[in-house]
């Protein structure tokens, strides 16, 4: 072996881990739905756990981007450490696909026929050749997602190949036999293992890497095994990476991986050695090469083994790590974490959870505030004050981070939906501030010890009852994703607006009757545009809701074409008979 032969397996290395990365990506981009409803299925369920584990690490094709999804889950509050630990297991079990995969390689030239197919080398140009049409020709996203997916296992597969090329020529140095008998020291496999896999962060590449050499010949059973339980406590480094800055919870997810695999390789390790010692049958058999289907056995029986020595001690393993790392006082505060940006669906989900949050304070402060007109309490005042503080740090995060999922290459509904709740969110938060500016003109009436007139008190009840009812109806349209809710909320905002004209009018009699102060027409006027105001929110709202299931985000022409309706026309009736004054 040459320098050119390292500079081979080096640029194998890059391919394989280059290919691995786009068709990654490409895969967690076109299952990005499918992934949020695994995670909307996962409960206390230990099977459901590991089973959605070991799913979406088979779809990522890498349990360290799923126990790094994980880490932001919990950090962000949507997972409990509990559920975290059952998916982390399953991630593990997950993993040990790609090995099977890469062990494909191994078929020999004298196989038959249907046999010598399955080989990557014979079908490999074939996918890439499709997936490069894909690119070139498809106009389909999902189409062009799906070309990225069998370029990315083109190069993966041409990485592999290039690395047992370049390792090829070992089987005739004796050399290199004699550098691997150091490897026969279970520790020393162990920790070459748990290096190489560590510095490349991929227990993928690092089996790839194994199985390359075992191609040689020259690997023995009793070296591989150690190398691969060691390269399982490798792969953990990027979680405890990803962990750097995370919540309590977080940090605990990422070392109930490290422990897993640690817990896991000590006990399972110490066994082999006393195998080794004792059994002589086994030290015989450890000693023969291992073949590159092998190297896969090897890592699907210790994680095999390892998730069902440690499956029924998860309380236990959640104990650990809430003891190594300790609460402090204090109450954290659920943010967004970067670390789901990795998976732009899931982070989009995470957005919409805390703009549902966010719109359920703006309407419990609206409905609250219309209370307070007519039975003012310190209590309810507080709460609205504090809700429209909430709302706007939830417009501030969320904004925020929206803009950074839509700079992500994400799914034509997956931007809908960054766009929706854009717009959402700034509506919800111009509806709390509404909602303390009519808590301002009840606070005024009191202060003042002013009060509307019996007719002006009866159009006030009428109007709020119509706010109240135009606002949970937005607010059911956006939660339940539901158009035949939304289209009922434009003609009851015309109404309003009907309302609020026929309302002033009214007002200004009562002034010229001297039947209402002066003041009580200012405080009128006020709550008569923040009525006017919040129902035209709530307008964009149900809109909005309209034109995502439409495919169209031009608001205005949503809003034209059902004004024109005969729909529009019965419900509008409806509502001018059901708020008539």
């Given at each position: ?125 074939v996918?890439?050749?499709a ?16 070309g ?14 290039a ?14 036999g ?32 194994l ?12 070296a ?12 953990t ?6 962990a750097?800055?995370?919540t ?22 110490a ?14 058999i ?7 289907w ?28 809430t ?20 998976t ?33 309490n ?17 417009e ?24 929706m ?10 509806i ?5 500016n009519?808590?301002e003109?009840?606070?005024?009436m ?33 939660v ?12 009851l905002?015309?109404?309003i607006?009907d ?74 009736a ?8």
């Amino acid at each position: 072996m040459d320098l050119f032969d390292i500079l081979k397996l080096i640029w194998g290395l890059a391919l394989f881990l280059f290919g691995m990365n786009v068709m990654g990506n490409a895969l967690e981009k076109r299952a990005g739905s499918n992934l949020k409803n695994l995670l909307g299925k996962i409960t206390g369920s230990k099977a459901g756990g590991v089973a959605t584990g070991a799913g979406v690490t088979v779809v990522t094709q890498s349990s360290s981007a799923t126990t790094v999804m994980i880490v932001g889950f919990v950090n962000s509050g949507i997972m409990t450490l509990a559920q975290a630990i059952n998916v982390i297991i399953g991630a593990n079990v997950g993993t040990t696909v790609t090995g099977w995969i890469l062990s494909l390689n191994g078929i020999g030239e004298g196989a038959g026929t249907l046999l010598k197919l399955l080989k990557p080398t014979s079908f490999t140009p074939v996918l890439a050749i499709a997936g490069m049409g894909m690119l070139m020709f498809a106009k389909k996203t999902k189409t062009k997602d799906i070309g990225t997916i069998l370029m990315g296992f083109g190069v993966l597969m041409m990485g592999m190949t290039a690395m047992s090329d370049s390792v090829e020529g070992l089987k005739d140095i004796p050399q290199f036999g004699e550098v691997l008998l150091i490897f026969d020291n279970p520790l020393m496999g162990v920790l070459i293992g748990t290096v190489i896999t560590g510095l490349i962060q991929s227990s993928a590449a690092s089996i790839g890497i194994l199985q390359s050499l075992a191609l040689t010949g020259q690997v023995s059973w009793g070296a591989a095994i150690p190398i691969v339980m060691g390269q399982n406590i490798g792969t953990t480094v990027t979680a405890l990476l990803s962990a750097i800055g995370a919540t309590k919870n977080g940090k605990r997810a990422a070392f109930t991986h490290f422990f897993f695999n640690v817990i896991g390789t000590v006990i399972w390790v110490a066994v082999f050695c006393v195998l080794k010692a004792f059994v002589a049958p086994f030290a015989s058999i450890i000693e023969n090469a291992i073949p590159i289907w092998g190297v896969a056995l090897c890592h699907t029986i210790f994680n095999l083994l390892t998730t069902a020595l440690i499956l029924p001690f998860t309380a236990l393993l959640e104990k650990l790590v809430t003891v190594l790392i300790k609460d402090k006082k204090g109450i954290n505060e659920i943010e967004l974490d970067e670390r789901l940006l990795t998976t732009p669906a899931l982070a989009l989900e995470r957005c919409r959870v805390l703009t549902v949050e966010m719109a359920s304070l703006a309407v419990e402060s609206l409905n609250d505030s219309i209370r307070c007109l007519t039975d003012y309490n310190e209590h309810r005042a507080a709460n609205i004050r504090e809700d429209e503080e909430k709302s706007d740090h939830y417009e501030d995060i969320l904004s925020s981070y929206l803009v950074k999922i839509s700079r992500y290459d994400i799914s034509n509904r997956d931007s809908r939906e960054a766009a929706m709740l854009l717009k959402m969110i700034g509506d919800y938060e111009r509806i709390s501030d509404h909602a303390v500016n009519i808590l301002e003109s009840a606070e005024e009436m009191r202060d003042k010890n002013i009060s509307f007139s019996g007719p002006a008190q009866h159009e006030l009840k009428t109007i709020t009852s119509a706010l109240s009812e135009i606002i949970n109806l937005a607010y059911l349209s956006f939660v339940n994703n539901s158009v035949e809710i939304a289209v009922t909320v434009e003609p009851l905002e015309s109404v309003i607006d009907d309302l609020k004209d026929k309302l002033r009018v009214n007002h200004i009699e009562r002034l010229q009757q001297d039947a209402c102060s002066i003041d009580a027409g200012f405080i009128w006027s006020d709550l008569l545009t923040n009525f006017e105001r919040t129902s035209d929110h709530c307008s964009n709202i149900a809109g909005t809701v309209i034109d995502v299931a439409n495919h169209n985000m031009n608001l205005h022409e949503s809003v034209r074409a059902l004004s024109d309706s005969e729909e529009y026309e019965r419900e509008y009736a409806a509502y001018s008979e059901k708020y008539a004054i």
